[in-house]
């Protein structure tokens, strides 16, 4: 019975020791996905107001310069070439950025549903212990009293 006592103690604590582990790594997990979160919100604020300055600046530039509407066109087309590749990069980024995500609800989900199973089997445990305690009237020694 002791041993037994001492085998849950033991597995109570190991499970307190990954649940830990396990708080320690979602919590790695979120601050790096808010950094990353963070760091690309900036890097799209500051490419939107790059494009907006940089379409301003060619506007009073073409003005000035008295181009034609198929001479800027042309030079936007190259510009929209020089920003397809950044674009295609924002958006691996926000992929990349969904699928930590995931993972972070992934792992949540496990650890909840697994706490659960352990919980259960720790009620059923206590309720296997809870009835086999021995007491005064269902001692197992009742041999010995009838000798006496």
Do not use: W
């Amino acid at each position: 019975m002791v041993v037994c006592f001492m085998m849950m103690q033991r597995v109570e604590e190991e499970r307190n020791d990954l649940y830990e582990l396990f708080q320690n790594a979602l919590s790695r997990v979120r601050d790096q996905t808010d950094s990353q979160h963070f760091l690309l919100k900036r890097k799209i604020e500051n490419a939107e107001e790059s494009i907006t300055a940089s379409a301003s600046q060619l506007q009073e530039v073409a003005t000035a310069a008295g181009m034609s509407n198929e001479e800027i066109k042309s030079i936007t087309e190259s510009f929209q070439k020089q920003l397809d590749p950044l674009n295609s990069r924002i958006v691996n980024l926000q992929y990349k950025l969904a699928e930590i995500r995931k993972a972070y609800s992934n792992s949540m989900n496990t650890y909840l549903r697994e706490l659960g199973k352990e919980s259960a089997l720790e009620d059923k445990i206590g309720e296997m212990f809870a009835h086999k305690t021995p007491d005064a009237a269902t001692s197992t020694h009742v041999g010995l009293s009838a000798a006496a």
